[in-house]
């Protein structure tokens, strides 16, 4: 018997966390996934044999980046997605805010930029187009935060609390769109916060905390919304499997639950990321200035020393 039109069974057994990381690939997200990989590893092998470095931490993230997306969409994670509410939510939740961050800590747009060929003269190549796009107007609207946040929100209210969840689920195709959908989302919120690699937005770093937090407390109040209710809300998950053993409610208070803890933990994780920028921000200039006073015999301190020895002849 099929569920949602997805050819996916309804006699799913009882969750538990051992059948759920079983190996159930999606082949939309399998092949992206290995391609996202293997592009990465050209990048960063390019870049080697050029003799240039590409730090360890930023591949490391990458790779951790497309092993949470395959976890959610290639494991009976995703089976169990499909009848189960709270199951569900953890892949939203990881794929639209664990999943972007970490890919983006990754730097690929940097990497792309440095490992791609420069086109000949007069002529457009990848990396032209890829720098092209990066300036358009398109990404500067699409990067900024009157934009972002408000597609943040309404992902979580217009996508739920409307019939269009239930069209969606409909379908394998559907459902791979919701999907990239959650990962696109993220992935422009967290851009220019993260400020990793080049955007036309680039805000201070206390401006990209204030971007941050912006959205959190819609994610809060989605999920408190979901937790109080006293009846299912979408229909999709409203009759479960009775081999599952669940009630539709409890299950909904449980991804209500998943959503609003999923509000404060990327935050903490961007908020520790943007410290350690900004610290960094700060070396990287000391060093300037030292090098720059090193240079000019610091001319700018004898200055400023001149400047308060007129102010204390004057008050004499």
């Not at 109040?221 to 809300?233: Q, R, T, V």
């Not at 000391?286 to 301190?301: F, V």
């Amino acid at each position: 018997m099929d569920h949602s039109g997805h050819g996916m069974t309804m006699d799913l057994p009882p969750f538990t966390l051992g059948r759920a990381l079983e190996f159930s690939p999606d082949l939309f997200f399998l092949i992206g996934c290995l391609l996202g990989l293997v592009l990465y590893g050209w990048g960063v092998l390019r870049l080697r044999r050029r003799g240039d470095s590409w730090p360890v931490g930023r591949v490391i993230a990458f790779v951790l980046g497309v092993l949470t997306v395959a976890l959610v969409m290639c494991t009976k994670l995703n089976d169990y997605g499909m009848v189960m509410f709270s199951v569900h939510m953890v892949q939203h939740m990881i794929i639209s805010m664990v999943s972007p961050i970490l890919l983006l800590l990754g730097a690929p747009v940097t990497l792309a930029l440095r490992a791609l060929p420069v086109a000949g003269r007069g002529r457009k190549g990848p990396r032209e187009l890829l720098l092209a796009l990066l300036h358009s107007r398109y990404v500067r609207i699409l990067t900024h935060p009157a934009f972002t946040i408000p597609l943040f929100i309404a992902s979580l209210y217009g996508l739920y609390f409307t019939p269009l969840f239930d069209f969606l689920m409909g379908s394998r195709t559907g459902h791979i769109a919701m999907m990239v959908h959650f990962l696109g989302v993220g992935l422009v919120f967290f851009w220019p916060i993260m400020g990793v690699d080049p955007g036309p937005h680039r805000p201070g770093y206390v401006m990209r905390m204030l971007e941050l937090f912006a959205g959190m407390p819609f994610h809060a109040f989605f999920g408190i919304a979901l937790m109080m209710a006293s009846a299912p809300m979408v229909d999709a998950y409203r009759d479960p499997p009775a081999s599952l053993g669940i009630d539709a409610l409890t299950d909904q208070n449980a991804a209500g639950g998943i959503a609003w803890a999923f509000s404060e933990i990327p935050s903490v994780l961007v908020l520790i990321a943007l410290v350690f920028q900004w610290y960094r921000s700060d070396q990287r200039q000391a060093k300037r200035s030292d090098r720059a006073a090193d240079r000019d015999g610091d001319k700018e301190l004898a200055a400023y020393n001149a400047y308060l020895a007129s102010l204390q002849a004057r008050g004499q």
